[in-house]
Each structure stands twice: as C-alpha cells, then as structure tokens.
C-alpha cells in the first residue's frame, strides 16, 4: 500500500509538471494567435490606405489630362517623389513591425558579426538596407531576386551586401543564414 500511495504521488505530480507545461503552451499559443491577428490587421489596414491614395493619384491625374494640363500631367507622371514618399513609409512600417516581432534581432544579429563589424544604427528603430536583408532571410525569404524586388535594389547589389555579410561572421560563414534564421 505504501509503494502504491508513493507511486500515485509521484505520477500526480508528474501529471501537475505536464498540465502546467500545457498551461504554458496554451498560453503561448493564445498570445501568438493575438499577434497574428494583430499584424494581419495592420496589413490589411496598410493595404487600404495604400489603394485609397492610389487612387487618389488616379483622380489628380484625370483632373489634369480633362483641365488639358497636359505639361503638369507629364510632370508627374515622369516624378518619382510618390513613389519614393510611399516607399519611405513602407521601409518605415517593415521596420517597426519587424523590430516588435523580433526586438533583440540587432543584437543578436550583432553577436553573430566580428566585433569591429558590428552595426549601429543610425535612427533607434530604423533598419539600414543590411539589417533589412538579414530581417528578410530571418523571415524565412532567402531568394535574392525577391529580396531585391522587395528593397527595390538589383540582385547583384543583394548577392553583394550577403557575401560582405558572411564574410565578417565570427563563426562559420556556410552557417551564417542558418544562425540568422534562429534569431527569436
């Protein structure tokens, strides 16, 4: 009786570890459904207002060709400054979701890097175009044709930036992305 009674303890005890680990992955799993949401929301959001002032821009173009405004009709259609205003904010809103989602990635990013390598930014919260590849390849996107698409560069310019990358690693190169990938 006595061996039975020290069995059921230890297996009660056993199962109370198990069902406060499950409590904990539970719980782990609410909070990660809440931030997908979350983000989901905000690109939703961000995509909305994006189409609006597309369409905005439509609407000033047609009051120029209807008014006959022909030269400031080709004026804006040659200017590059929407384009570059959105992109801007784009950069700036990638930025920040991502640094919530990953807040350490710089420093961890960092301690992958030789010490005099090492990256400061310039802005608290603003990535540099470097920081914003490794952030992609941490996202799971390692194609640099996308990855150039995505920051608007050249794919010689993204084979370039990651290979300097590797090349300043303090540990393995070959293993530089996968260590990237593992940043939490």
């Not at 006595?2 to 909070?31: G, P, Q, W």
């Not at 930014?121 to 603003?126: A, N, R, T, V």
């Not at 952030?135 to 300097?164: C, E, H, M, P, W």
Request: with cysteine.
């Amino acid at each position: 009786v006595r061996m039975t009674n020290e069995k059921l303890k230890a297996l009660n005890e056993e199962l109370t570890d198990f069902n406060t680990r499950l409590s904990e992955a539970n719980r782990a799993i609410a909070e990660n459904s809440q931030i997908k949401e979350e983000y989901i929301a905000q690109y939703m959001d961000q995509c909305s207002v994006y189409i609006e002032k597309l369409d905005g821009y439509r609407r000033s173009l047609n009051k120029l060709l209807n008014a006959g405004k022909t030269d400031e009709l080709r004026k804006a259609l040659k200017s590059t400054d929407l384009m570059d205003e959105e992109l801007k904010a784009f950069y700036k809103n990638f930025d920040t979701t991502f640094l919530k989602l990953f807040p350490d990635f710089v420093e961890q990013f960092n301690a992958l890097l030789v010490p005099e390598e090492r990256i400061t930014l310039k802005k608290e919260g603003q990535l540099n175009t470097q920081l914003r590849i490794f952030a992609l390849v941490r996202l799971g996107i390692t194609d640099s044709v996308k990855i150039a698409q995505f920051l608007r560069y050249s794919v010689t310019t993204i084979y370039n930036y990651r290979t300097k990358t590797r090349n300043k690693s303090a540990g393995p190169r070959a293993e530089f992305e996968d260590e990237v990938m593992k940043i939490m």
